[in-house]
């Protein structure tokens, strides 16, 4: 007897819920429409947000110079301990939530991981209107990390602005929540679709929007579209393409000649996934640029070079396109380490003379000031533990490599690693304390070259697979067991003078993964971490005042903003692996005194396992198909990352993994088919590799 996927899945479901997967609360209904708000926010108002709107949050950073500092102070180092909450909505979650909502004539805007954006009345919490672009859920799998992510919306002219995870930009009537247009942002070709997990900037007329998925061999770009019509007006690549072709401009013919062997078939990386400002005093747009595909760059590009413009940020004009100046983080990139970590603009006396400065914290460690109207090196200061550099050298502005850790010679671990010392949770610049607040993590990644490489000298892409470049699987295991100790990851919120490069205070997170920070005219550092908690801290002194239990993790980054005469802080909550996944916008203010009802506790007890019936040979191959096709959403070794820990499956789950793995049966979860990517037998590799984890870990735990 056949029977259909929907019948499965009504008799699936309860048990994925009892023992796998998890499913959020399903998205808030359409409500109530409150009077209609036209949100009229141009480039001026975004700029002068400070005289003008000190009560809002217009753009991803608060402003373009992107400080996340408010100036509010009814929430101060007196008050905090008074502070509650006041209203909590679900948000569906995925994936842990990165939004960083914008607040407009008092209405918050924020999306879920898919990319759906709610208009909800920034006071009361209720809601407007909601919006669902309906990004494709097979898109999930081409995640670098974990599932879909989205980290906000642009509010421009009437409109809001949301790029899915799908690669589409679309405007939204910010009055109605109807839609307007929706653009395909990935008309270029690649070998897998291309993502989108940044906010748009909205700036001169114009919306930019990048994209994501360097790992996925793309080629990155930023596209500046038309804010009304949605035309596209010009493209900047970030990276030279195919040079037996015409180049798309002079300034990638000039990169081309850094660049050696096919890096071109590989897409070469670069992708635009995060960080993108806009600068009204210049009249420039700054993009920060992510790393190089394959990670290696004696993979990459054979014969060396610097590889322009990975790792660097790149001034350009808005209305063309064209590039003013360019600087490179970390030449010829070996390490993941992308510059597209948050810019902060300021104008600033450095040694004696009044400038323009960008400040960037990229994943390499080093707080870059550049001077903003020539990319300038001013300072370069390590802020996170480093093992890869000993300094960067001021004279020619490179990083100087530390000889002694050459990892393709000797593989080890390095500092940072690939999620580098700061990643894209976001920084805060205090300009009065002259203070950056830079959420970091020491955590280190172990880095070899694969074993197939090794042994041939030959690098054989893998088609639909993350193209790292790096060991993985046993082999890796292995070379990790025989290098001993692996450093301790921890997380770090550090406020950091970017003048003299001292770190000012520290505090040591309770989790290695941590928040985005929020900087206030009260004397406040807000920052949340993964152990659920949102923390207020003394900005001069690091000085804990008071925190909230979310029973969620936190990486978004936290916002201020005034409705009436009340202040409020706000931030999104997303799935804590303890618990059935639970994401929220909670939002706080003095007196609140709602509260937050613990979520269910998932049985993180791993059951009796079904039958291995594979040989050790099948095992290894289960194991090379697992890491290439599952870990990067379902953890390393199988021990569960963000998603569905597969060693807790149940045994209903186990008889349908052909169907979920081979048919999309969970494909609503974000569970792509991957039938063209495994044979029935290869499925079932899978899954006994799966097994095996699992009892190896339920032999580990004890019993229970
Ligand atoms: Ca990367």
Redesign the pocket.
Known sequence: MSVSSDWFRARLTPLILAGCCGLGPSAEAQSRALEPKAALVDDKRIDRIDERDPGAWLAYGRGYDEHRFSPLTQINRETVGDLGLVWSRPIEVRHRLQTSPIVVDGVIYYTDSWSVVFAVDADTGETIWTFDPETRRQYARWS?CGGPMNRGVAVYRGRVYTATFDARLVAVDAATGKKVWDVDTADYPSRVPYTISGAPLPASGKIYIGNSG??WDHRGYLTAYDADTGEKVWRFFTVPGDPSRPFENPELEQAAKTWSGEWWKLGGGGTVWNSITYDTDLHTVYVGV??GTPWPRRIRSPGGGDNLFLSSVVALHPDTGRMKWYYQTTPGDNW?Y?ATQDMVLADMVVDGRERKVLMQAPKNGFFYVLDRRDGKLLRASPFGAMNWATHVDMETGRPVENPDVVWEERPQWILPG?TGAHNWEPMAFDAGRGLAYIPTHDTPFFFALPEDYLETGVYTPRRNRMNLGVATGSYRTRLIEAAGERPEPKGFLKAFDPLTGETVWKVRNRTARIGGVLATGGGLVFQGDGSGFLSAYDSDSGEPLWKFQSYGSIIAPPIAYQVGNTQYVAVAVGARIEYFDVGRMLVFALGGNASLDEPPKRDRVIPRQPAMTASEEQLREGDRLYHQLCASCHGYQARGYRNADLRLMSSAVHEAFQKIVREGLLLDLGMDSFAGDLSMQEAELVRQYIISRANIDRAAAGPP
Request: include cysteine; aromatic fraction near 0%.
């Open positions: 670098c360097s790992e992510g790393n993941d992308t690939n």
